[in-house]
């Protein structure tokens, strides 16, 4: 459960529905393990000493324990919403998947690698990564570090610089690949793709402009990096400088064959220290 609090009316309302929960599962007897449950505040101003908990009937009281992080669905989630402990939790299971493919497989040539890659080690770099997509630049660094040794692995390309080893391989930076996802996740909301409740608001522009694309979104203000890199506010430029051919794809496969073929000679595929696509 979560809810946006301001006052003390706040808190005392997110108490009643903890416990409309914890009563709700006596009844149908699906027992909560109070002991797992945890608060966690997350803003610019966390202190709080509002106390949340179950009233456990013949127990008494029993309160939750507040933390600083918490995973969920396998994302490390702080209270500064900078997701440094996720970040760095996937890049040490990467390197040790690194060093599992280095461990069992000697002179990788291109296929086999590629394979091993992006099965063993990408995937764990890019799970829900539109949520802890970084914006500060040694959190991307240390991400891209993990390819940059991957791609080693590859005996011709020992003696190779990264970029001659992405463009041998033909592998996108990943800061790439964070980028395009953006963009694909995007499409699947505006398009309805998941259920409406669940997903942030894009708003469509009311501003006709000629430059761009006719479902271009609202951009909006904020001065707080907390909230102007989150995903909403950070896909809107980027999104509204997609032409037709591209945002009015039929299907999500169009879309995607569409976008690459638009972004196939962007200098961010071979080089993650550019900023703008």
């Not at 301001?6 to 929960?21: A, H, K, T």
């Not at 694909?184 to 894009?202: A, H, R, S, V, W």
């Not at 707080?224 to 995903?231: A, G, M, Q, V």
Request: some cysteine.
């Amino acid at each position: 459960m979560f809810k946006h609090i301001s006052c003390i009316e706040d808190s005392v309302c997110l108490l009643e529905g903890c416990q409309r929960l914890f009563d709700w599962s006596e009844k149908w007897l699906m027992k909560l393990n109070t002991k797992k449950c945890k608060v966690l505040s997350i803003g610019r101003n966390r202190s709080s000493c509002f106390k949340y908990g179950f009233n456990n009937g013949d127990s008494g009281f029993d309160e939750l324990e507040c933390v600083d992080e918490i995973k969920d669905l396998g994302v490390i989630i702080d209270g500064d919403l900078s997701f440094e402990s996720h970040i760095n939790d996937k890049i040490n299971k990467a390197y040790q998947m690194i060093g599992i493919i280095n461990r069992n497989f000697k002179n990788l040539d291109k296929i086999t690698f590629l394979m091993l890659y992006k099965s063993m080690v990408r995937s764990h770099l890019e799970y829900a990564h539109a949520v802890w997509n970084p914006y500060r630049a040694l959190l991307i660094e240390n991400i891209e570090k993990v390819q940059k040794r991957a791609t080693k692995l590859v005996f011709r390309c020992k003696k190779m610089s990264y970029r001659q080893r992405l463009e041998y391989l033909q592998l996108p930076t990943l800061k790439f690949r964070r980028i395009r996802g953006d963009m694909i996740e995007t499409f699947k909301i505006l398009n309805q793709k998941y259920d409406p409740d669940i997903t942030p608001c894009l708003h469509l522009s009311k501003i006709s402009n000629t430059r761009g694309n006719s479902l271009k979104l609202s951009v909006e203000r904020t001065k707080y990096n907390l909230r102007k890199y989150s995903f909403a506010p950070r896909i809107v430029s980027l999104w509204n400088s997609l032409p037709d051919s591209i945002v009015l794809s039929q299907s999500l496969n169009c879309f995607k064959n569409a976008l690459d073929h638009h972004w196939r000679s962007e200098e961010m595929f071979f080089d993650y220290t550019v900023e703008v696509i």
